[in-house]
């Protein structure tokens, strides 16, 4: 929602998890849970801000495999471990055959 600047919607969501974390807290610690109050809380909030999200954004995400996404990635991602291993060769030799 930051990409379409819907900042309206976010900040509604943002402060509706908040509210969802102390009201969480607040209630648990009263209630004796001690520090697992703030645990679940957590948890209580991530919930609520993902389910706002999805239905603020009206789309719900699924799963989907993009070759050609997956192609550019891994294009990428080869040169850049390659590079590591040459850096890492080009260092170790002189530790073994030392």
Not at 7 to 27: C, D, G, N
């Amino acid at each position: 929602m930051s990409r379409a600047l819907d900042f309206r919607a976010l900040s509604v969501i943002e402060i509706a998890e908040q509210a969802v974390y102390f009201a969480t807290a607040i209630a648990l610690a009263v209630s004796g849970w001690g520090p697992w109050s703030f645990v679940i809380a957590a948890v209580a909030q991530q919930a609520t801000g993902a389910l706002l999200l999805n239905l603020a954004w009206r789309h719900w995400p699924g799963l989907g495999f993009d070759f050609g996404t997956f192609r550019s990635m891994l294009s990428f991602g080869l040169h850049f471990q390659l590079s590591h291993i040459v850096y890492w060769a080009r260092d170790a030799v002189v530790p073994v055959f030392g």
